[in-house]
């Protein structure tokens, strides 16, 4: 039994917005390295059953896969308050999946929204969901 949502252009604003800590694996059935990332995946989602694991088939999605600009799968990307605050290609290795969690986790999300409001002031941006975080 899977521990992962799938999603869909119908239901990613849905699941992310109601959802306070939403990791997100960009993949192809086609791809090799996806493949070796998903059961990794899905043990990570297994033993952190408080977030939520969510994937998108970029076959299936392109809208979803071309509004993130995803150009390499698998990418992970992390989503806390609507705030993109982790994106990286490449499979991880269950021991760095794990270490990226409990950076996200540890993230002091007061100061990310403030630093995202100072950078969209800066650029003169109305925000998009989800937000990107500063460089």
């Not at 800590?21 to 990332?37: K, S, T, Y």
């Not at 705030?83 to 290795?93: D, I, M, S, T, Y």
Request: hydrophobic share 40%.
């Amino acid at each position: 039994m899977t521990n992962t949502v799938e999603l869909t252009k119908d239901n990613f604003d849905d699941v992310v917005s109601s959802n306070d800590f939403v990791l997100i694996d960009f993949w192809a059935e086609w791809c090799g390295p996806c493949r070796q990332f998903a059961p990794v995946y899905e043990e990570a989602a297994g033993r952190h059953s408080d977030l939520v694991f969510a994937k998108v088939d970029t076959e299936a999605q392109p809208e979803l896969a071309g509004a993130f600009d995803i150009r390499s799968i698998p990418t992970l990307m992390i989503v806390r308050e609507n705030v993109a605050v982790f994106a990286q290609p490449g499979a991880l290795p269950a021991a760095a999946l794990e270490d990226v969690i409990g950076q996200a986790r540890e993230l002091d999300m007061a100061e990310v929204h403030k630093s995202v409001a100072e950078q969209q002031a800066g650029q003169g941006q109305d925000g998009g969901s989800p937000e990107q975080p500063p460089a």
